[in-house]
């Protein structure tokens, strides 16, 4: 059960210059299916709802949006008060994405948009083949790690599950999953969308068919720390990076403390202390500052 503002995540829209490509990695790769598509819009999903990714088309690969679901009607006015009490700029007093019934959207700290609603469409599934069983968490880098994670706090109720370091990385949940957001210091930039699926060997299939599209794995499968899920990441079109995991840790103690770690403790892999040089630095801006909304 969710306790605050927020039940669970719902979204990530992403704007691709490549909108073909990316519909293939959704489906061929990730194993979504498509369950709306309008115009510049895709839309698609894992679990019985309208939609937990969206693609839109556009000249510039950006985050166009991230989808939260309100606790009810009562939790997205009392979201609206918040915002406008903070004087946060309104993109849409309405739903910009189909599929619900009711929501806003709003311009957060570093330019990061929120669109948060209720009332999704159900969507059914269908016989299950490959494929996530759902939406799970995101991971993006803001500049300013301490205020974004207050921010999260403040307005939509998240808590605490781990801390890294001084000011380095926050781990945040909106209901018993370890996390829905993780924050880690960075340039400004998104990093990854997660997904569940049931066991790990969902994510060697995951590398026989990234092998077979003569793409690959970044990193993993690795078992984290912080979390405690076994995971595998790739890149898709966009340039934001995938993750497949498993085993997430549920926590049911509302009010446990977080979890704290050094950043040079190894938080981020308990079966060995490597990892991918490069790891952090696949990902893709806001589409605040690359000045592009649709």
Not at 8 to 30: K, P, R
Not at 175 to 188: E, F, R, S, T, V
Request: proline residues 3%; glycine residues 10%; contains cysteine.
């Amino acid at each position: 059960m969710a306790w605050g503002l927020i039940r669970e995540m719902g979204h990530v829209s992403i704007q691709t210059n490549d909108i073909e490509g990316s519909i293939f990695d959704a489906t061929q790769l990730l194993g979504l299916r498509v369950t709306e598509r309008t115009g510049n819009e895709v839309y698609l999903a894992a679990n019985s709802v309208h939609h937990e990714l969206a693609y839109v088309e556009s000249e510039v690969n950006g985050i166009h949006s991230l989808g939260l679901i309100a606790q009810d009607g009562d939790a997205l006015r009392e979201i609206r008060k918040r915002v406008a009490d903070e004087n946060f700029k309104i993109v849409s007093e309405t739903p910009v994405s189909l599929g619900v019934q009711d929501g806003f959207s709003f311009i957060g700290p570093e330019g990061w948009i929120f669109e948060v609603y209720s009332g999704m469409q159900n969507n059914d599934r269908g016989l299950l083949s490959f494929g996530p069983d759902r939406y799970g968490h995101i991971n993006f880098h803001p500049r300013d790690v301490r205020s974004m994670m207050e921010f999260l706090r403040r307005i939509f109720d998240f808590r605490l599950s781990d801390v890294i370091g001084d000011d380095f990385a926050y781990f945040m949940r909106c209901n018993p999953d370890h996390h829905g957001i993780a924050l880690i210091k960075g340039q400004g930039t998104f990093h990854h969308h997660a997904w569940q699926v049931q066991s790990i060997g969902d994510l060697a299939k995951l590398g026989d068919r990234l092998g077979a599209a003569g793409r690959e794995l970044i990193w993993g499968p690795v078992r984290h720390g912080a979390g405690h899920n076994i995971a595998a990441y790739y890149v898709e079109t966009s340039g934001a990076v995938v993750e497949l995991y498993t085993d997430l840790e549920q926590i049911y103690d509302d009010e446990r403390d977080p979890v704290i770690w050094g950043e040079d403790e190894n938080w981020w892999n308990m079966w060995s202390n490597r990892r991918t040089e490069d790891f952090r630095t696949f990902g893709i801006p806001t589409v605040t500052e690359l000045k592009t909304f649709i």
